[in-house]
């Protein structure tokens, strides 16, 4: 079945950066749109940013020009860049891959921005 692991998680002070990746195995992925998403504590699971298998990409508006996402589809890859990272960011971040076969989940990495 298709697994995902989530790496790149931390702790970083406010304005640092970190870069999370996600990858997908069990299957073929060049269809899939893959995506970060986030959860902080009380709060409902949000959208970060999302590519789809041709590579357009889609943010929250909020994190748009801070955070980058990529993929690497040869290596069943999606990367999350994180800059001028906040104390808002804190969450638990995961990854999703989906398309009309699943839509899958990671098990999260935690990224907490210190002030």
């Known amino acids: 079945q298709v697994q995902l692991v989530e790496s790149g998680g931390g702790l970083v002070q406010a304005g640092g950066s970190l870069r999370l990746a996600c990858v997908a195995s069990?299957?073929?992925?060049?269809?899939?749109?893959m995506g970060w998403y986030r959860q902080a504590p009380g709060k409902s699971r949000e959208l970060v940013a999302a590519?789809?298998?041709?590579?357009?990409?889609n943010y929250a508006d909020s994190r748009e020009g801070r955070f980058t996402i990529s993929r690497d589809n040869a290596k069943n890859t999606v990367y999350l860049q994180m800059n001028s990272l906040k104390p808002e960011d804190t969450a638990v971040y995961y990854c999703?891959?989906?398309?009309?076969?699943?839509?899958?989940w990671g098990q999260g990495t935690q990224v907490t921005v210190s002030s």
């Open positions: 999703n891959v989906r398309d009309y076969r699943f839509d899958v």
């Open positions: 069990g299957s073929t992925f060049s269809i899939s749109t």
């Open positions: 590519i789809s298998s041709r590579g357009v990409t």
